[in-house]
């Protein structure tokens, strides 16, 4: 009898073990599936702002909140699963389902969002400044008082009045927490990365080379044209002769807040400092920021003896140089006989 009531016990508490190990197998499978099925409690996208220190159990409680995450205890069962991980501070974007454990290792790696600015090359500083507006988050004449302060660029070129030249055009990844001080040190700080791998000679004058690289960069966007350009500057320069460069001109009413799109007389007339119509040799700074191309173009100038230049009529961006007067102005008169309908004026 004492036999078969052992082997019931027996029984039973196998009986037992197993449907807890069930219990227990089903309950682990649950967690497994609720921390790897993607999940979207949110209409459209979710921000999510952690700061340096912040424990794992806010961090939690705010991507559940958020909508990131179904319930907060998710992220706390992955961290005990991954107890070594480091949370980085930063702000996260969510837009699309994700699983709690996806979400952890993004914090992990420190996915933070990022905004994206885009300057390209000859943008100047008001065009930049538009592009700061754009991200809804800085100032740009809040840039636009920073670029008037030449102090990050001063060690590298000490003739520089402003950062005008060197805020170098590329892709900027920026957080919401970026400041105006903080892009214009990524920027020039590109400048400075660009210049080293051109390997310009030690002894020569920084700010002399920007300002004419700009002044390349937007007289053309044909980059194989560039060095020609260059040597009709270097030319001119040589001999004394006023650059007659456009976009000076230009600058110099955007300067003077009355440039509307189009060179008038009295632009060309201007006693603007800028203006290279009325004042010879280079202009006091970069009216731009010039790209690697325009820059080693003012670097490596082509040898030649032009000393005019204007656009050609077929529309390709590309120009006709010439080395005389008479050759040039027969060039403008191709140039206005090739177009039918009325162009800016051709440059000198």
Not at 85 to 95: D, M, N, T, V, W
Request: charged letters at 20%; a positive charge; aromatic letters at 10%.
């Amino acid at each position: 009898m004492k036999r078969r009531r052992r082997g019931r016990w027996i029984v039973r508490f196998v009986l037992a073990a197993v449907a807890l190990a069930v219990v227990a197998l089903l309950a682990a499978g649950g967690v497994a599936w609720s921390l790897l099925t993607p999940y979207q409690g949110f209409a459209d996208s979710a921000f999510v702002e952690i700061d340096k220190g912040t424990g794992t159990r806010i961090i939690a409680s705010e991507l559940a909140d958020a909508g990131a995450l179904r319930f907060s205890w998710q992220l706390l069962a992955v961290r005990l699963l991954r107890p070594s991980a480091k949370l980085q501070a930063g702000e996260y974007r969510f837009s699309q389902p994700d699983s709690a454990w996806h979400v952890f290792d993004r914090i992990a790696r420190g996915d933070v969002f990022y905004y994206e600015l885009t300057i390209p090359e000859g943008s100047n500083v008001f065009d930049i400044a538009a592009e700061v507006d754009r991200l809804g988050f800085l100032s740009g004449s809040d840039f636009l008082n920073a670029a008037h302060n030449p102090a990050l660029i001063r060690d590298l070129a000490p003739a520089a009045s402003t950062l005008e030249g060197y805020l170098f055009p590329s892709s900027y990844h920026i957080t919401r927490h970026a400041g105006i001080q903080q892009l214009c040190r990524m920027m020039t700080g590109e400048f400075r990365r660009q210049w080293r791998l051109l390997d310009p000679p030690a002894d020569i004058e920084v700010s002399r080379v920007v300002t004419l690289a700009s002044m390349v960069e937007k007289e053309t966007a044909v980059a194989g044209e560039r060095p020609e350009v260059a040597s009709v500057y270097y030319n001119r320069l040589n001999l004394g002769m006023a650059l007659d460069c456009d976009p000076t001109t230009i600058y110099a009413s955007l300067l003077e807040g009355r440039y509307r799109g189009v060179i008038h007389r009295s632009d060309l007339a201007s006693a603007n400092a800028y203006n290279t119509y009325t004042h010879t040799g280079l202009p006091p700074g970069p009216i731009a920021n010039p790209g690697v191309a325009a820059l080693n173009a003012a670097l490596h100038p082509a040898n030649t003896n032009f000393l005019y230049f204007v656009a050609k009529p077929d529309g390709s961006g590309s120009h006709q140089f010439s080395a005389d007067l008479a050759a040039h102005n027969r060039a403008v008169e191709q140039y206005r006989r090739g177009r039918s309908h009325p162009q800016p004026r051709p440059h000198r």
